[in-house]
T-cell receptor, first 114, second 111 residues
């Protein structure tokens, strides 16, 4: 039973437009959410996170929105750039911010076309 | 500051062979974890450690052993490799309330 779901395996957008990546979760105990970006043959790199006490967190071109009642979060990238092309993983933890036990979604492959 | 390092980068094993995947971090992080990633799947937690001498099982621990004798190192042992253990393995480390930093991964092929 998947507790973190990324239902879109892939997404293609034009350079300069907005990319929206979605993530749903089922475990009500999750209280911290992270997005990781992964290039081929590399390890995941941290992108942005959000605590369950917030509904939005922004860092430059990246914004994460959390809707707790819907158990849904989304990552917005504005404007999208070709270098953003990668696999994006949504991850969740239930450790009060202790993130050594992450549950990951399957990932969404984002392709930004020039 | 090397971050999280993993060796080897790539390994081919025959069924039944044993090996140890090495992971080291130089950030004095308390927590370390091992994940595996299979095609079309997200990362799944194998084992984790909250400090030297303390380890516990994650979601998919069968076939793997770990130990943590120092803060810096967290090796993952495959005692008798099986084709189902063909995967990419990632080690991660973090502070108590921190965001995990991942290593570059070890690609393992079991024939």
């Amino acid at each position: 039973d998947q507790q973190v779901k990324q239902n879109s395996p892939s997404l293609s957008v034009q350079e300069g437009r907005i990319s929206i990546l979605n993530c749903d979760y089922t475990n009500s105990m999750f209280d911290y959410f992270l997005w990781y970006k992964k290039y081929p043959a590399e390890g995941p790199t941290f992108l942005i996170s959000i605590s369950s006490i917030k509904d939005k967190n922004e860092d430059g071109r990246f914004t994460v929105f959390l809707n707790k009642s819907a158990k849904h979060l989304s990552l917005h990238i504005v404007p999208s750039q070709p270098g953003d092309s990668a696999v994006y993983f949504c991850a969740a933890s239930a450790g009060g911010g202790s993130n050594y036990k992450l549950t990951f979604g399957k990932g969404t492959l984002l392709t930004v076309n020039p | 500051n090397a971050g999280v390092t993993q060796t080897p980068k790539f390994q081919v094993l025959k069924t039944g062979q044993s090996m140890t995947l090495q992971c080291a971090q130089d950030m004095n992080h308390e927590y370390m974890s091992w994940y595996r990633q299979d095609p079309g799947m997200g990362l799944r937690l194998i084992h984790y450690s909250v400090g030297a001498g303390i380890t516990d099982q994650g979601e998919v621990p069968n076939g793997y052993n770990v130990s943590r004798s120092t803060t810096e190192d967290f090796p993952l042992r495959l005692l008798s490799a099986a084709p189902s253990q063909t995967s990419v393995y990632f080690c991660a480390s973090s502070y108590s309330k921190g965001r995990p930093t991942f290593g570059p991964g070890t690609r393992l092929l079991v024939l």
